[in-house]
């Protein structure tokens, strides 16, 4: 079971490392503006977040065997079609879930800076001798 979640980790932080690559890519571009950085950093983890709840919530349903998880581990599964449909699907679906945690965090976290930064330039200008 450890190596099927192993596995299943393997393949979804693959995927969130490219999500990652581009998004960070996305807020490099927009340093000129450290606040507008960080807000499109902020929705576009947001769209992490939403893409991994969807494929969390459709995962027990979707079939396993178009997945990269059944080509590495649940072709050589001595289990019938439906019980390894239930197993992967359900290791899959509790993956998802436990990234989209993380990505919230982040989400949050990139949120919070944008805003505290935000807030930081509307003191200054608004302290700022005429």
Not at 38 to 46: D, E, I, N, P, Q
């Amino acid at each position: 079971m450890e190596h099927i979640r192993a596995v299943a980790d393997q393949t979804i932080r693959r995927a969130c490392g490219f999500a990652g690559l581009g998004i960070g890519a996305t807020m490099l571009a927009l340093s000129f503006d450290v606040v507008l950085a960080f807000r499109v950093g902020a929705v576009l983890t947001s769209f992490v977040l939403v893409a991994l709840l969807y494929l969390g919530y459709r995962a027990p349903r979707y079939d396993v065997r178009r997945t990269e998880l059944w080509s590495v581990v649940g072709r050589s599964m001595p289990l019938s079609r439906d019980r390894v449909q239930a197993l992967l699907g359900g290791v899959l679906r509790e993956r998802y879930l436990w990234h989209a945690d993380r990505a919230a965090a982040v989400a949050l976290l990139f949120w919070g800076v944008a805003f505290l930064l935000w807030l930081s330039r509307v003191l200054r200008g608004a302290l700022a001798p005429a």
